[in-house]
């Protein structure tokens, strides 16, 4: 089964976002990175870069797939994890720390309202 | 028809899928059933076949005139090894090595490829070929514009007209503007108005091709391309003469971070125009971006080392219409004749053979340049060809010299209107010193002076 | 067969600096002849004697599989007998070295044999007339796109920019469209495998500029209402586009332009026996229809009768009375797609074909391609599934869904365990809306003695899946390597030798 942490949010399309203020981390589930298997490369999108909630902004390659990030939140990237570069076997790791992407200011913290809670998230995946 | 069933064979296996005849396998509906016979060729012989192709042979009479042309597809010796193996049934009927653990050879020799193009380049990567030199152009210039998310390109006059007009094919796709840096009186590229053109920030990439197509070593000045680079834009070096590799400062040694060029003088035919062979080297900052093949080394589960296709998820196939190229196709069977070419020749026979190419082709320039009204139309140092200027037009010239069966070269004005009196030479190590002699004397006797330029 | 495990080390770990071939005369030294700085400092090439050359890349030879080495069933790539004729025909020293900027009338010869090929395939296929000019596959897909666009340009609907392509489709046809700047729209397939008309007339419209289909299509399914769904795109004002890559299936038979298609490629390496080299070099023409003829790749060849006026189109006719020429001066041409005008030495392998066949011979081939194909799968239905059970054309797509639920095998197992067997694999996980999915494509140049050996063994795997997975799981063993870490590959990407750095 799964793990699907309790105090973060989730989309439809895989992804986790933790809040802290106005900023948000986001990275891929567990399940995501178990589906996926052996993740070979993360491209992020650049910082300062402006995302578009729910917009296709990177891919995650494993040895022969490849999948769009769909950003949970939009709002200006601040920060990516440039450890995923020479290490991107983090995702698989710990996928919810090691392997995070990248962290976004906020546009709008009404945008959160969209998400998903963890027990949402859980039927979600058990359904599918 | 290379097809070996008997009549047998096909009635047993018709019963086996339950239909009676070959028609009822291929009945299709009337909409579109053939309208009208199809004509195509009548059904020949393998002597007859060779016949034909015989008389296509003697229709083709290139081959008996003493040839100085070059301008992207070279002359060069090669050692029948080159055929010997390549002509092996396991290297020319493989498909692309999807299968890894029955195509080690062919992987072993495209990774040996990949190596032999990053040495030569002096770039970190190379991938493992693409269709030719101009389409290896327009590949690099779209990994350029992934890079910088720009969609200007700028590139010299001098880089061959070919790859030119096959990049702006592609730009009319990719809605790119290409701007033109001029060519000066050195033959070089005129760089006096880059700081300028730079100072826009919309080139993704500037693009200079040495040596040139005028047969000048154009390799950018120290800390030009650093200037650029500084601009976030990317520096591609054009290489249409690979030989040139041997005896040149590498491409990354003047600064390119991309290399697109042609291989076909590595041990594979003129043919015509093709197939040649391509191939794009990169820093590894680029390696992402790089379109087609790559193949990688690894393991097996037992540890033996083992070569795949890798970094699959950039290609079409995966990544469809976010792919980096639509390349499927490469060359692999081109590369693999100049991999055995270049093994066969060494280190040591690839300069010689360089040095000779420059050798014979300054004995060319000093010869032709001693007649008169004849000239070196640009100044700088040149490696296997060079634009030599005519009194009269070179068309006229070269009309002369077909008459003596000489093909004197390529006529400039067919590229560069400015150019119409000039003629680009080229001279390999199949060049003798008869076959200069032998232009010259033509040279010396044709009556075109009196009809020069109005 | 097994292929030998030995190890061979890379050309750069072998030799000695000087043990040079001498295969040229002496040169005077580089510094004697161009400036210093214009000189590279180093090559760090090896020196091997001819010998160690030849024993390195026939030992390489030999850890590679090819036509030649065994059957070879993958699907989609229609890797049939390539005759040596093709190749010796390729190496007559008058075409192979002849120079492309060599004046047309030093090279009528070379322009016969490109104006004979291109004639025979435009009756063959229904065309107005083709480009020889992309050189792959994918190449002319591009080249068909950019026409397309030039076209709606010059007809004022730049607006057109969509891509119909059903999910059948082939990856490279979404990834030439977006190399035009079209927005590509899949379509889905119906519960028979085909593009339904009413389904296509729901999404073609007024932004519609081509919609790109294969028939037979990726599932060697004939699609039998592609005139009904042609004239929905022709309705809506786009055009319909042609991948060549099932063209074996076909020829003598039907004919795409009959079918209402108005662009089409040929991959000439597939349907028309150019060695496949390995992944390439590849051979694609471009044809069309009469109203987008102007718009071809330059160059294109011209004939000229005896009395100097051009010769009408028809199909494939003697050309000794003819004369030749490269025309370049094409003002609505895309332009040049390519550094020349062909893969030229490809374009006399394919005409050698086309003799060695005749209009009838290629009409057979295709009959008998189709022929093996449905007797491997009237063999193995028993054993695999086969999502679409019918008449199918020159491929087919089984599936190991259920042998996977039973056993835990996959389509991959299967693929290796056949390696293991001396068998190419069939194509597996292609096209992707058939699970576990294996594509064969058996070409029409196979008996049925080698067909009926290759029956048995799939059956022989199967059954052995089921008694004992474990040995199918641990497949490829006879072969020079077993399975790969490409995640390592991937992760850690090593794509070339270096020199040791002192």
Redo the contacts between chains.
């Keep these: 089964m799964a793990n699907v942490p309790a105090g973060l949010l989730y989309s439809k399309e895989h992804e986790w976002v933790k809040l802290d203020g106005d900023v948000a981390t986001v990275g891929i589930t567990d399940y995501a990175q178990a589906s996926l298997g052996d993740i070979v490369y993360v491209e992020l999108p650049r910082v300062g870069a402006g995302l578009t909630q729910f917009g296709s902004i990177g891919v995650v390659e494993s040895v022969k797939a490849v999948s769009d990030i769909f950003t949970p939140v939009g709002g200006e990237v601040v920060g990516i994890n440039d450890g995923l570069e020479n290490d991107p076997a983090a995702v698989n790791r710990d996928p919810y720390g090691e392997g995070w992407f990248y962290k976004v200011q906020l546009a709008d913290a009404s945008q959160t309202g969209e998400l998903l809670s963890p027990e949402q998230y859980e039927q979600l995946i058990a359904e599918a | 028809m290379y097809t070996p069933h008997t009549a047998q064979d096909i009635e047993a296996m018709l019963r086996v899928i339950g239909v009676e005849s070959l028609d009822d396998l291929v009945r299709v509906p009337d909409a579109v059933a053939l309208r009208a016979p199809v004509e195509v060729t009548p059904r020949l012989s393998e002597i007859e076949i060779a016949d034909r192709f015989r008389r296509h042979a003697e229709r083709t009479t290139a081959g008996s005139y003493t040839s100085f042309l070059g301008a992207g597809a070279y002359r060069h010796y090669v050692p029948p090894v080159v055929g010997a193996i390549a002509m092996r049934g396991e290297f020319l009927t493989s498909y692309t090595p999807y299968q890894a653990e029955v195509s080690q050879g062919y992987l072993q020799a495209i990774y040996e490829w990949q190596t032999y193009i990053a040495l030569l380049t002096g770039l970190d990567v190379a991938n493992a070929s693409v269709y030719d030199g101009a389409t290896a152009l327009a590949e690099g210039v779209i990994m350029a514009v992934n890079a910088t998310g720009r969609k200007g390109v700028l590139v010299s006059k001098a880089v061959h007209p070919n790859y030119r007009a096959v990049l702006r094919t592609y730009a009319e796709g990719l809605e790119l503007d290409v701007d033109e840096l001029p060519y000066g009186n050195d033959g070089r590229t005129d760089l006096s108005n880059l700081e300028a053109a730079l100072a826009e920030q919309r080139y993704a990439a500037v693009v200079v091709q040495s040596p040139n197509v005028f047969g000048v070593v154009d390799a950018l000045p120290e800390g030009v391309a650093q200037r650029i680079k500084s601009t976030k834009t990317v520096v591609i070096g054009v290489v249409a003469e690979a030989m040139s590799l041997a005896a040149l400062a590498s491409p990354a040694s003047w600064g390119a971070e991309i290399c697109a060029g042609e291989a076909q003088s590595f041990g594979n035919a003129i043919a015509y125009g093709g197939p040649h062979v391509g191939f794009i080297a990169a820093t590894t900052e680029h390696l992402r971006r790089i379109p087609g093949r790559l193949v990688g080394k690894s393991v097996d589960g037992a540890g033996r080392t083992a070569y795949v296709l890798t970094l699959q998820a950039r290609e079409q196939h995966i990544r469809r219409e976010k792919a980096t190229s639509n390349i499927c196709t490469n060359q692999a069977h081109c590369a693999l004749c100049a991999t055995v070419y270049m093994a066969a020749m060494g280190k040591t026979g690839l300069r010689n053979c360089a040095a000779l190419n420059v050798a014979r082709t300054n004995e060319l320039r000093e010869k032709v340049t001693r007649l008169d009204g004849f000239a070196a139309r640009f100044g700088g140092p040149t490696f296997n060809e060079v634009a030599i200027r005519v009194p009269g037009r070179a068309r006229d010239v070269l009309a002369e010299l077909e008459k003596q069966q000489i093909l004197g070269g390529l006529d400039l004005g067919r590229f560069y209107p400015e150019l119409d009196d000039c003629i680009l030479m080229t001279a390999t190590e199949l060049t003798s010193s008869a076959d200069v002699d032998r232009l010259t004397a033509a040279l010396s006797e044709i009556p075109v002076r009196a009809a020069a330029r109005v | 067969m097994p292929?030998p495990a030995f190890?061979?080390p890379?050309?750069?770990e072998t030799?000695q600096?000087?043990?040079?071939?001498?295969?040229?005369?002496?040169?005077?030294?580089?510094d004697t002849?161009?400036?210093k700085?214009?000189?590279?400092d180093d090559?760090?090439?090896?020196?091997?004697s001819?010998l160690g050359?030849?024993r390195?890349?026939?030992?390489?030879?030999?850890?590679?599989?090819?036509?030649?080495?065994a059957f070879?069933p993958?699907g989609s790539?229609t890797?049939?007998?390539?005759?040596r004729?093709n190749?010796?025909?390729?190496?007559?020293?008058?075409?192979?070295?002849?120079?492309?900027?060599?004046?047309d009338?030093?090279?009528?010869?070379?322009l016969?044999?490109m104006w004979?090929l291109e004639?025979?395939l435009a009756?063959?296929f229904g065309m107005a007339a083709f480009s020889l000019n992309p050189?792959?596959?994918?190449?002319a897909?591009?080249a068909a796109?950019?026409i397309a666009?030039?076209y709606f340009k010059k007809k004022g609907q730049p607006e057109r920019n969509v891509v119909i392509v059903p999910d059948t489709a082939?990856?490279?046809?979404?990834?030439?469209?977006?190399?035009?700047?079209f927005k590509?729209l899949s379509l889905k397939s119906d519960a028979h495998g085909r593009v339904d008309p009413d389904e296509m007339r729901k999404v073609a419209g007024p932004e519609t500029a081509v919609c790109m289909m294969t028939n037979p299509n990726t599932l060697g399914l004939?699609e039998?209402?592609?005139?009904d769904v042609a004239d929905v795109v022709h309705e809506a004002g786009g055009l319909m586009y042609y991948d060549g890559a099932n063209a074996n299936a076909?020829m003598?038979?039907?004919?795409p332009g009959?079918?209402g298609f108005d662009l089409m490629h040929l991959n000439l390496?597939k349907t028309f026996?150019i060695?496949?080299?390995?992944?390439?070099?590849?051979?694609?023409p471009v044809g069309v229809a009469p109203h987008l003829v102007d718009f071809l790749?330059t160059p294109v060849v011209r004939a000229y009768g005896a009395d100097g006026k051009p010769s009408s189109a028809?199909?494939?006719?003697e050309t000794?009375d003819l004369s030749f020429a490269l025309d370049f001066d094409r003002p609505d041409s895309?332009?040049?797609?390519?550094?020349?005008?062909?893969?030229?030495?490809?374009m006399?392998r394919a005409?050698?074909y086309?003799?060695?066949?005749?209009?009838?011979?290629?009409e057979?081939?295709?009959?008998?391609a189709?022929?093996?194909a449905?007797?491997i799968?009237?063999?193995i239905r028993d054993v695999l599934d086969i999502p679409y059970d019918e008449?199918n054309?020159h491929e087919f797509v089984a599936s190991a869904q259920s042998l996977k639920r039973e056993s835990g095998v996959r389509a991959l197992d299967l693929?290796?365990a056949l390696?293991d067997r001396g068998y190419?694999?069939p194509t597996v996980y292609?096209p992707l809306i058939v699970p576990e999915c294996l594509m064969i494509e058996p070409t029409?140049?196979?008996?049925?003695e080698t067909l009926d050996e290759f029956i048995a063994a799939l059956r022989e795997i199967v059954a052995t899946a089921k008694s004992d997975p474990e040995a199918v799981l641990a497949t490829?063993v006879n072969?020079?390597?077993?399975?790969?870490?490409?995640?390592?590959?991937?992760?850690q990407?090593?794509?070339?030798?270096r020199?040791a750095t002192a």
């Design positions: 292929l190890d061979t890379l050309i750069f030799g600096e000087g043990r040079a071939n001498r295969y040229l005369p002496e040169a005077p030294a580089l002849l161009l400036p700085e214009a000189l590279r090559l760090p090439l090896p020196d091997n001819e050359v030849v390195h890349f026939t030992r390489l030879s030999q850890k590679t599989f090819g036509i030649d080495t070879y993958l790539c890797m049939k007998y390539n005759p004729i190749d010796a025909m390729a190496n007559v020293p008058a075409l192979r070295d002849v120079h492309p900027f060599a004046p009338h030093a090279a009528q010869g070379a016969a044999v004979e004639r025979a009756s063959l050189a792959a596959g994918a190449h897909e591009l796109l950019l666009k030039a082939h990856g490279t046809n979404p990834a030439s469209a977006a190399m035009v700047g590509v004939f039998p209402r592609i005139h076909l003598g038979n039907t004919r009959d079918m390496h026996t060695p496949h080299g390995g992944g390439g070099a590849g051979a694609g790749p028809g199909g494939w006719r000794a895309i332009g040049p797609m390519r550094s020349f005008w062909s893969n030229f030495a490809h006399v005409l050698a086309c003799y060695a066949n005749g209009a009838d011979g290629l057979t081939v295709s009959k008998l189709v022929l093996n449905n007797y799968r009237a063999s008449i054309r693929a290796k390696l190419h694999a292609f029409e140049t196979e008996s049925k490829p072969t020079a390597v077993g399975r790969i870490d490409e995640t390592r590959a991937a992760r990407p090593d794509l070339r030798w020199p």
